[in-house]
DNA sequence: TGATATTAAATCGTGCGCGATTTAATTTAT
DNA sequence: ATAAATTAAATCGCGCACGATTTAATATCA
């Protein structure tokens, strides 16, 4: 346990941001094929999840939840409209906001979707226990890196 | 500690694959400040850091070490010979496949890069052992989920 | 009340990231 | 030696993801 020359922190395996930003996409490709029989994407899937979760949310409330800009979701959402998953409706209490609620098909959906995170958990290959560890690290870990952006 | 009822597995902070996405995310943003000193994108900075390791690679041993298609990085790596960070030749040996090579300014952008890592880890509020745990299990589940990826 | 500031979505341009396909070079098997 | 199979990049279309800007509605304040 020397410490590390310089140097070796420029490996690429020795980046943390690297280990993150390949286990994002290894998800994307795990996810691809089960998330296809229901036709949505994986950002799809987690938009839909968070409605799930909490229908008739705000563009602004699942940007907050999600970390996500409305450059990035009215597109995204706009799709789920014309797939009949979600409805898009200006708040009359509010003109400036968007509701976006769930349609029948995409409430019916969450059925099929239920069994995915089972199948996803058993993929990763970890063990209950490092699973929840590693979740809890990678929250702790994100909201520090999510307070300090703001930051500067 | 009761076993959680289905449904709390379809709650978008419950999916190990969104504390991945979203820090992952994080991490893009911390970075951009940074690397837009340095000129570059995060994932040209990661193909530099790969080229900084190892100078001269192929299109294809770059793609293997981060996981990633031609067609993702030829476009990439076309933008990096246009900021003349690298060359781009096919191999005499063998004139299917292309070596990326650093330019001396590439190189030399390298020095910059160095002090990058260290300003990140403390933006994570990791201390370093929870850093390492943290990335010895992102590897491993990497590993698994691509591995399941292949078979299926 | 009317001007100003703030807020919520939407729009636009750039750069990934991938699957599917294409092109060209090399390998293999006949 | 030539046909068939394989391999490496490149190309194309689609969907994020973001920063910057725009538009419209609401809130604030003079």
Redesign the interface.
Known sequence: MADAP??D?????K?????????????N???K?LLDELGLT?PQY?VM??L??EDNQSVRSIGE????ESSTLTPLLKRLEAADLVSRKRDPKDERSVRVSLTEAGAAL?TK??KI??C??E????DLE??K???R?????????????VK?
């Not at 993929?123 to 970890?126: I, P, S, V």
């Not at 690290?137 to 952006?149: G, I, P, T, V």
């Open positions: 310089k140097e922190l420029l490996q690429l395996e980046l943390l941001c690297f280990s993150v930003y390949s286990a994002s996409h290894a998800f490709r795990i996810y094929p994986y987690l999840v968070s799930w979760q939840k999600m970390y996500l969450r979707a239920e995170p089972t996803i958990l993929a990763t290959g970890l490092t699973a560890r590693l979740h690290d990678l929250r702790s870990m994100r909201n520090h890196l999510e307070a300090s952006a500067g």
